[in-house]
Structure formats: structure tokens, C-alpha cells
């Protein structure tokens, strides 16, 4: 539809105009500010093998290289303490996080002794999720979300991650097994592949529902500049003229109809109704939502504070070298403006599907429809508002597809600001990705 690609348009230069790095030799980030919620995300860059669609900081797995940067994190950990900061929640993603499954607990033990952790979440593989496994993770994660991305045979093997972690009847047949175990798990879903049909989409939401999962959330497939090759050659072209079409089946499947068995979390994540009770607060990947600032520790993490962006170094040696020398490894900064703080503000709490318009005035000292005029008019005349007055903002679902429009554009934004990090690799590591 039109205002789908003129909302992709924009989003996209947007991103391009202001998620630009530059070089920063600053030695850790900004202390907190007092009486200020944050979040600590931790990255661990390693994976038994690379997915050609991913653009997060990965690493082929290396026992050598794994052990030494697990220790580095919890010192990086402490860095942070000491400059004043506590946490009650930590998000663990990847790579794996779980790929080294006793330097992720001692890792996680750490955290919970040093802060004032009331809910751990991390990401996972199928194949881990065995009672070895789980038996360590149960009580020390709450919230589990399992990288499935299709049930379909054919396009796991596209992926190929039908070897490395069985096919959709044995990844389903894991989830059933796992979920008990957690307050939360989660499925989490790709959709608009090329070789995707709606058939096969309806297949996926059908093993999902099947699996007992009691959050999953569905992407649209995300192609960055240095994915795109691999993406082309591996699954094929992405056509997002589709895009709104299987958006639409996943909606009503799932949070269709007078008595559906979801309800939505955030424009693509989706909370099953009868965990509503036992996990009424069952966001997982989405932490920007609820988290608007977070420091990242970790090679690749990307930090959110006050006006500034800042993403350490993608390089594991360096980044051991630097937490070694007793700095933090940042490698690049950008800043925003006040326009683009609102801009992120209103995309982030729309994505959440509610903005709280006095919120907004009170930090930013005007009205939303001040301060952003233009987008406000944009989303009016698209028919995405279900509610506008004075309090808030909420979403019709064709907004819900708008908000979904917007993120994948800019968390394609993002994956540039990655690639731009990922290109100072050199030597091995340059060529443990590129070679």
C-alpha cells in the first residue's frame, strides 16, 4: 500500500541521516542518572554456525575464544557497579548466549549477586533445549526465547538449520518439552521468506500454537547491505509487496475473532491469553518498549543513554583488551537531537501499541502533536490511530502494520550501524566472517 512504502521511505532516510558512528576514545559510558530505570543487556557473540540472514555481532564458536570473554564480561559487569548503576532486569542475546552453558550461569549468578535482578532473559537455540540444559537455566532465566524462525522443512534447510537443529516436528516436540520450565517462553518467528508460501505461513502459526509456546513473536525478514548477498544467494530475493498479506494472516490467526488464543504484546509479538495470569508482563525481545535507556556490556552491544548511541567494539580481541586494560571497549558514539529523541519516543511506544501523550509533553516540553506535526498528520490520514485523545495514542491494525513497517525499517537502520562496525574488523576475525 502507499503509505507503506512512503513509511519505508522516510524511515529510511531518517535512519541513514542520524545512525551514523563516530570514532569515540571515551572510557566508559555515562554514569546513571539517579532515580532513572535501566535495563542491562549483555551480548555474547558465538554461534556453533552463522545464519546467512543475521547481522547481530557473531562469531563462529571457539572454546578458547569463548571462556576468556565470558570472565571479561562479568568484569564489565562490575564496571558499571561501580559507576553507580542497578538493574532488576537483564536481557542475554546473540549469537547463542547459551553456547557455553556454565560461563552463562556464572555469568548470571554474578549479575544477581551485584544487582537487584527480579527477572532474567535470554536467547536460546532448539538444540539446547534438553534437560541438561534446562535443568541449569530453570530458576536462573524467567524468560526463554528460542530462535525457531519456520517449522517448514524446506526452508529450515534454506537456513540451513535443519542439520544443526532437527526439523519442525523435533523443534516443536522441544518447545513442549522446555515450557514448563519457564515462566515465559517464547517462539520466535521469521515471515515474508521468498519461498514462503501462505500455506506454509499458516503452518508455521499452526505448530506454534501447538507447541504450547506462551509468547511468540513474528518478524518480517530484515535485509541489511551486508546480509543481502548471503540472504539472495541462500533464500532468496526479499519481495515485501507480500509483506502486509502474511502481517494480516498472522494477526487474525492469532489475535482474531470474538474469543482469540493471543492477544498482542507489541505490533509483532504476540502473548498467549492463558499465560495472562502467570506472566502478566510477558515482553522478552522487545526491551527497547520497555526499557527507553539500557548500557549494553559485551563485543557488539549497543548502548542507549540520555542523547547518545554508543556501540563497543565488534572485535573480540579488542574488546578483551580493552576490559583487560580497565576500560570499556566503545569504538563509536552518535548523538541525537531533540526531533530524533521524540521521533524514537513515539516509534518505540507505538511499537508497544499505547504513547502516553503527557509523558511526552512532560519530557519533552511540548505536545506530540507540536513536536511532531508532520508524523502525526501521516499516521491521522492513514487511518492508524484507534484512540488519540489527551492521555494517548492507540493503534488501529492497520497501524499495528504501519509500527511493523517502521521497526523492520529501522532495525535495517541499526544493521547498518552494525555493518559500519563490523567493516574495522581485521586479520582473523575479518576473515572468520568475510573469508
Known amino acids: ?70 570472565a571479561n564480561m562479568r568484569k564489565e559487569m562490575l564496571m558499571l557497579k561501580e559507576l553507580g548503576y542497578d538493574f532488576d532486569s537483564v536481557y542475554i542475546g546473540g549469537g547463542t548466549p547459551t553456547i557455553l552453558l556454565d560461563e552463562l550461569c556464572d555469568t548470571i549468578d554474578l549479575a544477581r549477586e551485584t544487582f537487584s535482578i527480579k527477572e532474567v532473559s535470554s536467547e536460546t537455540n532448539p538444540n539446547h533445549l534438553i534437560p541438561s540444559y534446562l535443568d541449569k537455566l530453570q530458576g536462573r ?85 551486508a546480509v543481502q548477498k548471503s540472504l539472495a544467494r541462500t533464500v532468496g530475493k526479499v519481495d515485501y509487496t507480500r509483506e502486509h498479506r502474511f502481517y494480516t494472516i498472522i494477526d487474525e490467526l492469532l489475535a482474531g475473532g470474538n474469543d482469540p488464543l493471543f492477544d498482542h504484546g507489541s505490533a509483532w509479538t504476540f502473548n498467549r491469553r492463558q499465560s495472562a495470569v502467570a506472566a502478566p508482563h510477558a515482553m522478552i525481545d522487545e526491551y527497547v518498549v520497555d526499557y527507553e535507556e539500557y548500557p549494553a556490556i559485551g563485543s557488539g552491544g549497543i548502548t542507549y543513554l540520555g542523547k547518545s548511541l554508543y556501540v563497543n567494539t565488534f572485535s573480540v580481541v579488542d574488546y578483551n583488551k580493552a576490559i583487560e586494560s580497565g576500560r570499556m571497549s566503545l569504538m563509536g558514539k552518535t548523538t541525537f537531537g531533540k526531533r530524533e529523541r521524540m521521533r524514537y519516543r513515539f516509534m518505540m511506544q507505538l511499537f508497544g501499541l499505547r504513547l502516553d501523550k503527557r509523558q511526552f509533553k ?62 574495522a574488523l581485521t586479520g582473523e576475525e575479518r576473515e572468520l566472517l568475510f573469508g
Open 1 to 70: 500500500m502507499l503509505s507503506e512504502r512512503l513509511l519505508t521511505t522516510a524511515v529510511h532516510t531518517c535512519t541513514k541521516r542520524y545512525l551514523n558512528l563516530k570514532p569515540t576514545d571515551e572510557a566508559s559510558v555515562p554514569a546513571p542518572v539517579p532515580g532513572q530505570a535501566y535495563m542491562l543487556y549483555m551480548h555474547v557473540p558465538f554461534c556453533e554456525r552463522l545464519c546467512p540472514y543475521c547481522s547481530f555481532n557473531r562469531f563462529p564458536f571457539a572454546e578458547d575464544r569463548a571462556r576468556p570473554y565470558f
Open 141 to 225: 532465566v524467567q524468560r526463554l526465547s528460542v530462535g525457531v524462525q519456520s517449522f517448514d522443512d524446506d526452508l529450515l534447510r534454506q537456513m540451513d538449520r535443519y542439520d544443526k537443529y532437527g526439523c519442525g516436528q523435533q523443534i516443536m516436540e522441544r518447545i513442549q518439552d522446555a515450557t514448563p520450565y519457564f515462566t515465559s517462553m517464547n517462539a520466535d518467528m521469521i515471515f515474508n521468506f521468498p519461498a514462503q508460501t501462505e500455506d506454509v505461513l499458516i503452518r508455521d502459526i499452526e505448530r506454534v500454537v501447538e507447541s504450547g509456546a506462551s509468547q511468540t513473536t513474528f518478524y518480517p525478514l530484515m535485509a541489511s547491505p
Open 362 to 423: 512532560r519530557d519533552f516540553g511540548c505536545s506530540i502533536e507540536a513536536g511532531l506535526p508532520a508524523e502525526m498528520a501521516f499516521m491521522t490520514a492513514a487511518g492508524a490511530f484507534a484512540t488519540n485523545t489527551p492521555d494517548e495514542l492507540t493503534l488501529t491494525p492497520r497501524g499495528r502494520y504501519l509500527m511493523v513497517v517502521m521497526m523492520r525499517q529501522f532495525f535495517v537502520g541499526v544493521n547498518s550501524l552494525r555493518d559500519q562496525a563490523r567493516a
